[in-house]
Structure formats: structure tokens, C-alpha cells
């Protein structure tokens, strides 16, 4: 392969930070009555983690007419605009919102708090929400921590064990919500659910309205559509309960404080469905890095999260055995493909590469997920 990536930042956005930073003061002005010169002197983006959501750092700083300053560290998650080729058709940031503040309300999962959300589009260009910020370190993606020096690869294998279990301990809690279907049935559109009897055939039927979607242009992937055909094929017999899934679960979406988790981010992918989803994502959300780091000729991080030892370690906090990890672990890499598709799109977009002849060619899990298909991954 060529040399690995160095690092630098993608594109993700053609917003102008200081017409930001000065259209969300006047706004959060207007939420906060009591403030009295309220100031936010800068706006910082982070590229750290993640593909998907614009993120925003900033303080904000206001008198509250007593001679009291107030500072207020807050994130605002912001929807993508279309023209920036975001990674999903549409972002459900009232979802988001309300599966926040839920999980916070009925469990002791670290989530940040929910402020304020604004579903007028007019301020931004897209619906938006802000909520507290929390100090943490996230398992870095760019360049992924399997790939030289990092905090996480400089680990000792027990505190990556001890990120490991802490991280299983997030699922095993989540999954165990009661009647999540039916407090996080807002999570469905009312056409996902007409897709099918089960909340694991609405999760696919979106799956493929999302590959569907990005391929409008007229690039489709071979590969991604043999990924659809083998999962018909191989569905699971018995999908087991349905629980809250995070949905994309991954250690590069946790923030941690002496190798626990301090803050669990990231709910674009929130649905419910079978357990097995949020596992099958933890896995392979590792082992995509791993492959990445291999395929450079690096050693990688290959003590952290083994498939194995993850399904153990779930059952020993659940009393559920992980079932049919095959299909669940294709279907996330199926997922992770579709991400490439779109984001190699985006790249070609902003000038940062050439659309390939062949479209697989975009596909960083490509070799992989043709194994996994082939039956030939995890052996």
C-alpha cells in the first residue's frame, strides 16, 4: 500500500466561522434572559472524530446584571448543509435531542446535557441543538489510534481492557432501558416502520434508502450491493429482543477520563433494534483501524476489543449470548462501505481527489468486506 495517511483535516464544511460565531451570540442572547453583554469571542471546530455532524466548541461569557460573570463551556451540534455533501439524506436532530436527554433521564450513561434546540432553519441554514461540553480524551480517528503513538495505543493492555469493558458496560446499561420500543419509537420514520415486521427490518429498509440515496449521482458499488444480496441471504433466524441502540458505538465517539468514559456522544444512528447491532458496530469500528494499520505494515492495537472477548464479556454483564455475529459484523461493515461511498464523494467534491474509474476504489474496508463476504474474515 502507500504510506499512510498523514493526518491532515477533510473538509467537512464550507460554513464562515465568524459569521457563526456572531449568528449563534445573538441567538443564545435571546435564551438567556437574564444575561447582560453576553460575549462569544470564538468558535472551534474539532475534526478529531467523526464524518457526519458539524461540531462547535465555544465559551460563553455574560454578566448577569449582579456583577456576577458567568462562562459556560457549550458544544452545538449542528446539521449539515446539503451542499457540503453530508454523510445522511436527513439528520433528525430533534431525535437526537430527545434520545439525549432520555438516556440521561433513565440512565447513569454518560451523556452531555441537552441546552436548547432550534429547528428554525433560518439562523443557520440547518436545525441545530447545544449542549454542555465535557472535558475527555476520544480514541483519535486522524490519523486512526492504531496507527502509531497515541494515548490509546501507548496504553498498557489493561487500561485499554479497562476502555474495553467500560464501553460494553455503556451497551450492556442501554440495552438494558425498559419498553424501549416504545420511548424511543420517535427514532422510526412512519415510513421506516411500514418497511417491515421488525424493528431489524425497518433498521435495514433505512440502510438501504441511505445507500439508495447516495448513489443518486449515478455511482453505484458493486461491492455494496452484493453486501445487501449476502445479507438477505444470511438474515438472521431469531434477531432476539429490541433494545435503545446507540448506534454508532464506537471508542472514537466516547470521551474518557482515566481510561473511562466521562461522555458518550455521537446519536446520528440511534434506532431501536437487536442488541447485536451495537456490537456488531464495536467490533468492526475497531477492526476497520486494525485492518487500515496491518495493511501499512504497522502492528496496530491487536489486543483491543477481539470479537470474542467482547461477545464474553457482554454475556458475563447481561446474561445474553451474542448471537450471529457474522451477519451483524458484515452489516456494519456494510454500513462503514456506504460511509466511504459518501465521504469519498465529499472529498472528490471539495477538489481533495478524482472520482475513480472504479467506484469500490473509495472503499477503505473494500478487501475486508469482499472476506467477509467470501466467509473468509474471521478466520
Known amino acids: 500500500m502507500d504510506s499512510p495517511p498523514s493526518g491532515a483535516d477533510l473538509t467537512r464544511t464550507s460554513r464562515d466561522l465568524e459569521q ?23 468558535v472551534t471546530t474539532s475534526a478529531a472524530t467523526g464524518m457526519s ?8 461569557i455574560w454578566d448577569d446584571g449582579a456583577g456576577h460573570v458567568h462562562t459556560e463551556d457549550l458544544v452545538c451540534r449542528i446539521a449539515p448543509h446539503p451542499q457540503d455533501v453530508p454523510v445522511f439524506p436527513t439528520y433528525d436532530m430533534r431525535g437526537q435531542f430527545e434520545t439525549l436527554r432520555l438516556v440521561r433521564e433513565l440512565t447513569s450513561v454518560p451523556v452531555p446535557a441537552v441546552r436548547w434546540l432550534e429547528e428554525d432553519t433560518s439562523l443557520l441554514g440547518t436545525p441545530f441543538f447545544l449542549m454542555d461540553r465535557v472535558a475527555g480524551s476520544a480514541a483519535p480517528d486522524n490519523p486512526p489510534y492504531t496507527f502509531g503513538s497515541n494515548w490509546v495505543a501507548d496504553a498498557t493492555a489493561e487500561q ?13 446499561e442501554l440495552h438494558d432501558i425498559a419498553d424501549a420500543e416504545e420511548r424511543f419509537g420517535f427514532l422510526f420514520t412512519p415510513t421506516e416502520m411500514a418497511a417491515g415486521p421488525s424493528p431489524l427490518h425497518r433498521k435495514f429498509a433505512r440502510t438501504r434508502a441511505w445507500y439508495d440515496w447516495t448513489v443518486a449521482s449515478g455511482v453505484r458499488s458493486p461491492l ?65 483501524f486494525q485492518d487500515m494499520a496491518t495493511g501499512y505494515g504497522m502492528p496496530g492495537v491487536a489486543d483491543f476489543l477481539r470479537r470474542d472477548e467482547v461477545a464474553a464479556c457482554y454475556e458475563s454483564r447481561t446474561g445474553h449470548t451474542p448471537r450471529e455475529l457474522d451477519f451483524y459484523t458484515a452489516y456494519a461493515a456494510l454500513q462503514y462501505a456506504i460511509v466511504f ?6 472529498s472528490v467534491h471539495f477538489g481533495e481527489q478524482p472520482m475513480p474509474d472504479d467506484p469500490d476504489e473509495l472503499l477503505f474496508n473494500r478487501e475486508p468486506l469482499e472476506r467477509m463476504l467470501a466467509g473468509t474474515y474471521w478466520s
Not at 458518550?264 to 469500528?285: F, H, K, N, S, T
Open 20 to 42: 457563526l460565531r456572531f449568528a449563534l451570540q445573538g441567538w443564545l442572547m435571546g435564551r438567556i434572559p437574564q444575561a447582560a453583554h453576553l460575549q462569544i469571542p470564538e
Open 53 to 60: 455532524s458539524e461540531t462547535v466548541i465555544f465559551p460563553a
Open 160 to 172: 485499554r481492557r479497562t476502555m474495553e469493558h467500560s464501553v460494553i458496560d455503556v451497551l450492556a
Open 224 to 288: 455494496v450491493e452484493r453486501g445487501f444480496a449476502w445479507l438477505e441471504d444470511h438474515w438472521p433466524k431469531d434477531p432476539g429482543p429490541t433494545v435503545l441502540s446507540w448506534g454508532d458505538s464506537r471508542v472514537g465517539n466516547v470521551l474518557f477520563r482515566d481510561f473511562l468514559p466521562v461522555a458518550v456522544l455521537d446519536w446520528e444512528m440511534a434506532a431501536v433494534c437487536p442488541r447485536e447491532v451495537d456490537l456488531g458496530w464495536l467490533i468492526y469500528a475497531h477492526y476497520i
Open 341 to 346: 461511498l459518501r465521504t469519498g464523494s465529499r
